[in-house]
């Protein structure tokens, strides 16, 4: 079962920031949280992890609460490009890389 | 090159044929997997290969049958599939590594039809 409970859908005004919440209770003191988006009939897409401290890169910001039960994935300026699925994934770790996707946010941009 | 090919785009297949996907990277990554993803639904694992070696077969049946012939290729091959195994097959490769995280790159995807 997924480790990860997101919110079915979500919109977001174009420009405005999307954030976007994800609960991992049961997280594991060595498991990174991993953010994936798939845009419609592609091929999921990597955007960030991140173990214990906030992370940003080029695409978007992970917020992660202190007690690692919770994160949030902020898109600064959402475009309608940014309209997908955003998966949060917890990352098992046994001897390969178990990546079990949640049933994920839709996000839909709105102009 | 941080891309992943896959092979076919598009496949029709009977009951009775015999076919395979086709999946590369040149990234230097050693790990490769298979993901299979019905509509409306989020990708499930299959298997996972780590260092050309088989190390997580997720329940898949038998008529599933992974190969990972050098460290840039990976094939599904695919025989006496049922209606309902028609999917997205993704491939997906990442770094085999514990430190600092590992981010998997996907393929576009084989979209599979079993008549």
Redo the contacts between chains.
Sequence with gaps: D?KTTQPPSMDCAEGRAANLPCNHSTISG?E?V?W?RQIH??????II?G?KNNETNEMASLIITEDRKSSTLILPHATLRDTA?Y?CIV?V????????????TRLFVKA | DTEVTQTPKHLVMGMTNKKSLKCEQHMGHRAMYWYKQKAKKPPELMFVYSYEKLSINESVPSRFSPECPNSSLLNLHLHALQPEDSALYLCASSQVSGVGGNEQFFGPGTRLTVL
């Design positions: 997924a060595n990174y991993y994936y009939s592609q091929g999921p897409q990597y992890h173990l699925v998966y990352s770790i046994t001897g390969g890389f178990k990546t079990i996707f949640g049933a994920g």
